[in-house]
């Protein structure tokens, strides 16, 4: 027997002999996402971006380590990103000392979808007859499926019928018109978690995501970073 059947079956033998216990349980999860971006660029300049409201859904396995600590991955889908909102006004005098103004106005809003499998380290701790409270720290991978960015701007004079605008939408994840696509598939980061547990099986978490890659193909040293605050509700089998 080879190295690779000797290991396959030994796994093979701790899950049988985990579910002959009944001690691996399998849920399914869902809930709100509020989502936003860290964001940096060469000139120092950090774009203010709102929150977009959103949502995950998914289903996960606990697997039990001892009485206190268990392992728990997820898969998910989750939507993310965020919307960024520019209003400038421009004075301009003329000869005669009179003041004109121009305004001009830029929205983007970037929504992305992507499949997430956290993988956490969970703890919990009976906290009362009904439940136990219980936190999670883990790593984060995820592949975006979806998205697109949408981008509008207008330029106008004051005084005058005169504007300018410009609309765009592009696909975050395909190359489109350009070299590379806008956005890389890949993000990556840390994850935490808090909540409780009936112990009828429905539970509740609030968590939080921070990316660590950056997920841009910025074109002047532009990155982006995800950052999720999220909650959620479910129910273990």
């Known amino acids: 027997m080879t190295h690779r059947n000797m290991l396959f079956v030994i796994v093979l033998l701790i899950i049988?002999?985990?579910?002959?216990?009944?001690?691996?349980?399998?849920g399914l999860k869902g809930g709100v996402n509020l989502s936003n971006f860290i964001a940096h660029t060469e000139q120092g300049i950090v774009p203010n971006f709102l929150n977009r409201i959103s949502f995950h859904v998914g289903f996960f396995t606990e697997i039990p380590l001892n009485k206190f600590l268990s392992i728990r991955p997820e898969m998910l889908l989750s939507a993310k990103g965020a919307h960024h909102e520019f209003y400038q006004e421009n004075y301009y005098y003329f000869a005669n000392y009179e003041r004109r103004y121009s305004t001009e106005t830029c929205k983007v809003r970037i929504d992305p979808y992507y499949i997430e499998v956290p993988i956490?380290?969970?703890?919990?701790?009976d906290a009362g007859i009904i439940g136990k409270f219980a936190v999670g720290i883990g790593l984060y991978l995820a592949c975006g499926i979806s998205g697109k960015a949408e981008s509008e701007y207008r330029?106008?004079?004051s005084e005058t019928n005169w504007y300018e605008g410009d609309s765009n939408v592009m696909k975050m994840f395909t190359k489109g018109d350009f070299d590379k696509a806008p956005f890389k598939r890949l993000d990556m980061g840390i994850s935490i978690f808090m909540?409780?547990?009936?112990?009828?099986?429905?539970?509740?978490?609030?968590?939080y995501d921070m990316g660590l890659r950056n997920v841009i193909n910025g074109f002047d040293g532009e990155k982006l970073y995800n950052r999720?605050?999220?909650?959620?509700?479910g129910y273990k089998f």
């Not at 956490?120 to 701790?125: D, H, Q, R, T, W």
């Open 16 to 26: 049988m002999n985990l579910q002959v216990q009944g001690q691996v349980q399998f």
């Open 120 to 125: 956490y380290l969970k703890a919990g701790f």
């Open 155 to 157: 330029y106008e004079f």
């Open 195 to 207: 909540g409780y547990e009936l112990n009828m099986g429905v539970f509740a978490t609030v968590g």
């Open 228 to 233: 999720t605050f999220y909650i959620s509700t």
